[in-house]
């Protein structure tokens, strides 16, 4: 099982430009999520999703935006990269209810820098 | 809406020496409590998880953790630090204002174990 895969490792943006982050799992996971860490800051909750079709805002949600049309996928759409976007992004993905809802898998992230 | 507070953005300690890593919590329900672990370069992997079935919860590679209602905490301790333990550390509380709160977690900031030989 590769679990949760996130691409790209590594990108550098144009203040202004767009660019998606793709994520993948393969454990059948109902709940995927965002998140963007920063120094000082932990993970912050950006966008989650409860099932294909089905999206919603987390704690950061400016700037970015969401879709999932399959179970499997759950891309992150920077819309006008800024400056403020620059940080390390995870993709995460769960399962079932109560605790298990929250034991969350893990890609091995996304660095963004915009200039 | 939850909050989480970890004491010390860094912490260090000598290699055989006790671990403690603080974590202070705000819920106005009983919350569900993690830790999680985040080696260089890598994604967040979960360390031990608290769901109100026992107040000391042990975990993966000696950690374990004691909830503490009274004190809003849940310290995460190991007695004895190797070098392996070298990482950054995060407590997080889920919302379960919407039943299972589907995956979505407040971590603390984060705090960033050494371990000297």
């Known amino acids: 099982n590769a679990g949760v895969t996130q691409t790209p490792k590594f990108q550098v943006l144009k203040t202004g430009q767009s660019m998606t982050l793709q994520c993948a799992q393969d454990?059948?996971?109902?709940?995927m999520s965002w998140y963007r860490q920063d120094p000082g800051m932990g993970l912050r909750l950006i966008h989650y999703s409860v099932g294909a079709g089905i999206t919603d805002q987390g704690e950061v949600p400016n700037g970015y935006n969401v879709s999932r049309s399959t179970t499997e996928d759950f891309p992150l759409r920077l819309l006008s990269a800024a400056p403020s976007q620059t940080s390390v992004y995870f993709c995460?993905?769960?399962?079932?209810?109560?605790?298990?809802?929250?034991?969350?898998?893990f890609g091995a992230g996304s660095r963004l820098t915009v200039l | 809406a939850q909050s989480v507070t970890q004491l010390g953005s860094h912490v260090s300690v000598s290699e055989g020496a006790l671990v403690l890593l603080r974590c202070n919590y705000s819920?106005?329900?009983?919350?569900?409590l993690f830790w999680y672990v985040q080696y260089p370069n890598q994604g967040l992997q979960l360390l031990l998880k608290y769901t109100s079935a026992a107040t000391l919860v042990k975990g993966i590679n000696g950690f374990e953790a004691e909830f503490k209602k009274s004190e809003t905490s849940f310290h995460l301790t190991k007695p004895s630090a190797h070098m392996s333990d070298a990482a950054e550390y995060f407590c997080?509380?889920?919302?379960?204002?919407?039943?299972?709160?589907?995956?979505?977690?407040?971590f603390g900031q984060g705090t960033i174990l050494t371990v000297h030989p």
């Open positions: 819920s106005s329900v009983p919350p569900y």
């Open positions: 995460a993905s769960s399962y079932g209810t109560g605790t298990g809802a929250n034991v969350l898998t």
């Open positions: 997080a509380v889920s919302d379960l204002m919407w039943g299972t709160s589907y995956g979505k977690l407040t």
């Open positions: 454990m059948n996971h109902e709940y």
